[in-house]
């Protein structure tokens, strides 16, 4: 029997992640990433094609022992994240650190260490991106600017690695009803009502959709915006 491709979906507790994992657990084995052990081995016990693989991505000495194991990795996608907003006059230093740090440094480094393990399986790469690393606007410098930084990333990476098989898609969607969401909804001061926002499984869709391209198509940026 021909093993299943492998996947590992950082993110995947909750929101985009999860609704990713969850969409590509049909066709591959999915480790599935996040900090809270305990969560991710509920989550995976009710999917049998799914394991956890719980680190902390901001420590980088935890990371490295996490993919020590992994020497062909056929989709590695991007989710985690975190949104810390503000204008210029508000954001502190550290809002911005935050922000680049897991949605830029964690991004690349993570894809350093499995490099050899996506260009052995000559696989994809697909970092979630956002509607603000598209179009910058008040409020959201810190996020977007992070943002903004990762699209150049992939767009890199892309130009780097694709001689080497490699396809890589950023997928930017627009807000989603997610913890992220309702957080940045409470400091707008906004009452929450998920009908207006995208599900998190339809982002997960237009991933399915950049990993499932057939061999001679490289999908390199979607975006999806709520109707
Ligand atoms: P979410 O519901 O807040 O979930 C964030 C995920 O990131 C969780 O699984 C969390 O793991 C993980 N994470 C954060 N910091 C981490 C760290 N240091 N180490 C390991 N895991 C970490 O967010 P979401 O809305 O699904 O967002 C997913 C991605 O989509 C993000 O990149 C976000 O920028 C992007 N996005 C979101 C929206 C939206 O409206 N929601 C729109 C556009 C783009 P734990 O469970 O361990 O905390």
Redesign the pocket.
Known sequence: MTEQPLALV????????AAVAQALEPTHQVLL????AA?LAERAAGSPGTRPWA????DFDAVRAAVAGIDRLDVLVH?????ELGTVEQATAEDWRRNFE??VV?VAELTRLLLPALRAAKGHVVV?????GLNARPGWGPYAAS?FAVRAFADVLRAEEEPNGIRVTSVH????D????RT?VAGEGNEYDPDR?LR?DSVAKAVLAAVSASPDAHLTELVVRPR
């Open positions: 950082t993110g995947a507790s909750r929101g985009i992640g990433g996040g900090r809270d969560a680190v902390d991505l901001g989710s985690a994240g975190v949104a897991v949605n964690v979630i991106n956002s509607g603000a943002k969607p627009g807000r989603t997610t913890d992220m969401q940045i926002y998190p």
